[in-house]
Structures are given as structure tokens and as C-alpha cells.
């Protein structure tokens, strides 16, 4: 275990940062005694304690001092204010990690001391309930022990890939955004099945769990989802029928779409910060 004898200090105790902690928690991977927070809101800082048992601060330099991990935890558009808050408290021992969307590792590096170590990762909202999709990429300063280490943090939640940072805003249109897409997927099942007389309760009991269980299909079989449709999708049947509905509404192309936009607006968060 790399995370074995180190310390992390979260600044922003939200629901992502939160999700970290308690999986790093559960997993076994730190001690709450190792890990710490700080947030401008009380109210926040108290859930967090309450809920993980781990010590807060208001303030980001008293979280920073004692740690060797600082993992910013906090929404793009305040990343250069919090960058300029901590540069003070930010030694050469600590590792500096991001999950901002649109903020590059050169942005944090050029607002820190030079040869600071940066690793940027985009993970998404599944890792909530530990079924996240996170993907790392390093900057011009991190070793590959300290992938490795931020691997094992976002793996305590869910799965961590490791890509070229030129890719990573299509990963935030993909998989950081890509939830959003599949609640709305779930969504229209529930309706189809009410529009057709099932009732609320049963439509959505049956449509996550068709959801869910396609997923682990596609994981655990290893195939391409086309091999898996063709499974299923029998000549004149009903399948084929519903597909068809699905082509003439531009369904694959609309998904497509909204992976690109969600791309492009990532870029244009980075630009604007």
C-alpha cells in the first residue's frame, strides 16, 4: 500500500471529497486520524466530522500543515483564489492533486513553486456509493510513485485509469459528465414503462436494475456492447422493433453529441479560469 504511513488534507469537504474520505475509510487504506478537511462552511465541516469521524479546519493552511497529500476538492471557477490562499503553506513534500474540471496541471503549477508535484483527475458522482470511473494524468513534476498513489486513493471508490492529459477534457465529457446521461436513459424507461400501464414503483425497480445489470454484462463478459445487442435483438422481434425507435430518434447520435458539447465545454472552463 502506498498510502501507508501518509497523511491527505482535503480542501473542500463537498460530496466528492467526502466520498473519498469515507472510502479511504472503509477500505482500510488510512486512518481517520490521518486525514483532514477544511471548508469555509460550518455547516459542512460538521457533517463531515460527524459522518467520517475525521478532524476539520475553516482555515486550508492549519489542513495542509500535517499532511503530506493535498487533494483540492473544489469547484473550478474558485481554483485560482484557493491556489493563491495555499501557495504559502506548500512544501516540497506535499503532493498536490485536483479533481477540477477544465483546470490544467499547468494552471496549478504555474500558481505554486516550481517542481511542485501535480497529478490532475477527473473522477464522477457513482464514486459516491463506490462504483466511480476516474481518470489521472500527471504533471510535468509527479513521479509514477505518485500515480500510483493517487491511483490507490480513487480506487478506494471505484476504478482509476491513467491518460494523456490532452484527453482529459473527453473524459469529463464521457465519464464525469456521462452519469447525468445515463440517469436520463433511466429515466425515459421508467416513463416508457408508465406510458404502457406499469405502475411508478415497478417500472423503476425494473429499469435500474436492466440498467445495472447490462453494465456488469458488459464488464464482466468483456464484449462489445454490439455482440451483447445482437444477443438480444432476435429477427422481427420486439427488440429489433424498440432499436428501430431508437435510430429514427437519433438516439447513438444524440449521446454522441452530448459527450462532445460536454467536451468542449470542459476546454472552455479551462480557458475561462
Do not use: W
Not at 501518509?6 to 474520505?21: E, T, Y
Not at 400501464?197 to 436494475?209: F, M, T
Not at 435510430?247 to 462532445?260: H, L, Q, R
Amino acid at each position: 500500500m502506498k498510502l501507508k504511513g501518509l497523511k491527505i488534507g482535503f480542501i473542500g469537504a463537498g460530496q466528492m471529497g467526502s466520498a473519498l474520505i469515507k472510502g479511504l475509510i472503509e477500505k482500510g487504506l488510512l486512518d481517520k486520524m490521518g486525514i483532514f478537511a477544511s471548508d469555509p462552511s460550518f455547516e459542512r465541516r460538521s457533517i463531515v466530522e460527524k459522518d467520517t469521524g475525521i478532524k476539520t479546519f475553516e482555515t486550508n493552511d492549519e489542513c495542509i500543515k500535517n499532511v503530506d497529500i493535498v487533494l483540492l476538492a473544489v469547484k473550478p471557477q474558485v481554483m485560482g483564489p484557493v491556489l493563491a490562499d495555499i501557495r504559502p503553506s506548500i512544501e516540497s513534500r506535499h503532493l498536490v492533486v485536483s479533481i477540477a474540471a477544465g483546470i490544467s496541471t499547468k494552471f496549478i503549477e504555474d500558481r505554486l513553486e516550481a517542481g511542485t508535484r501535480v497529478v490532475r483527475v477527473m473522477p464522477n458522482t457513482p464514486a459516491l456509493v463506490h462504483e466511480g470511473a476516474a481518470a489521472i494524468s500527471p504533471g510535468s513534476s509527479a513521479s509514477e510513485e505518485d500515480l500510483e498513489i493517487v491511483r490507490e486513493i480513487f480506487e478506494a471508490v471505484g476504478i482509476a485509469v491513467t491518460v494523456p492529459e490532452e484527453l482529459m477534457d473527453t473524459v469529463t465529457g464521457l465519464s464525469g459528465s456521462g452519469p447525468a446521461y445515463c440517469f436520463k436513459f433511466i429515466e425515459a424507461l421508467i416513463e416508457g414503462g408508465i406510458l404502457e400501464g406499469l405502475p411508478r414503483d415497478v417500472a423503476q425497480k425494473l429499469a435500474v436494475q436492466t440498467v445495472l445489470g447490462s453494465a456488469r454484462l458488459v464488464q464482466i463478459l468483456n464484449e462489445h456492447p454490439s455482440k451483447l445487442e445482437a444477443m438480444v435483438t432476435s429477427p422481427g422481434g420486439t427488440t429489433i422493433r424498440g432499436l428501430h425507435a431508437l435510430e429514427k430518434f437519433a438516439f447513438k447520435a444524440g449521446v454522441m453529441e452530448a459527450v462532445s458539447q460536454a467536451t468542449k465545454r470542459s476546454k472552455e472552463l479551462g480557458k475561462e479560469n
